[in-house]
């Protein structure tokens, strides 16, 4: 089984804050991606990374960057967080053309 | 710029009929469409997928249904069960593939029993 892992199920931060949402894949998968959900706009791709040191902006990638130093390790942060990233983050790893398998998801609360 | 749509927030179905989720798509350039599934408190799954060379694919009680000169696709679940009750996005790529997805905001189904 495919195991998708995000390091927190919940997380409040303070405004101005510098936050690291960690995945980590077991999988071997060359792609792996990070979407924000918030209700009504359904789920939107933020940054995606093809291969280790390489990554793409997504539709939304403002006030975000990404790193991935292994190929199992997919980080996001928060450069100073803001209440508009209150949200629920997901990330998903998949192989190369094949269907992405998403983490359980990281719910950010930026108070 | 919502590219993809579900255009119903929610639906509501009895034990046993079919339900039908429908998406709708304006991006003229995607090619691979994806259905999701999402519990609470859970991350998405997979569930079925559909390349713009075929209208129609089938995968035990779920079916997508393709229709391009309409930019239409609708998921079929027959028969409809409880533990069918999840959110579904319907999702779009312009790669041919499963890779970078452009999603859409999602239809909550219920099965009544």
């Known amino acids: 089984d495919v195991k998708v892992t995000q390091s927190s199920r919940y997380l409040v931060k303070r405004t101005g804050e510098k936050v690291f949402l960690e995945c980590v894949q077991d999988?071997?998968?060359?792609?792996m991606f990070w979407y924000r959900q918030d209700p009504g706009l359904g789920l939107r791709l933020i940054y995606f990374s093809y291969d280790v040191k390489m990554k793409e902006k997504g539709d939304i990638p403002e006030g975000y960057s990404v790193s991935r130093e292994k190929k199992e390790r997919f980080s996001l942060i928060l450069e100073s967080a803001s209440t508009n990233q209150t949200s629920m983050y997901l990330c998903a790893s998949s192989a190369r053309d094949l269907e992405a398998f998403f983490g359980q998801g990281t719910r950010l609360t930026v108070v | 710029d919502q590219q993809v749509k579900q255009n119903s927030p929610s639906l509501s179905v009895q034990e046993g009929r079919i339900s039908i989720l429908n998406c709708d798509y304006t991006?003229?350039?995607?090619?691979?469409f994806l259905w999701y599934k999402k519990y609470p408190a859970e991350g998405p799954t997979f569930l079925i997928s559909i390349s713009s060379i075929k209208d129609k694919n089938e995968d035990g009680r779920f079916t997508v249904f393709l229709n391009k000169s309409a930019k239409h696709l609708s998921l079929h679940i027959v028969p409809s069960q409880p533990g069918d009750s999840a959110v579904y996005f319907c999702a779009a790529s312009a790669t041919g593939t499963a890779s970078k997805l452009t999603f859409g905001t999602g239809t909550r189904l219920q099965v009544t029993l």
């Open positions: 991006n003229s350039m995607f090619d691979y």
């Open positions: 999988m071997d998968h060359e792609n």
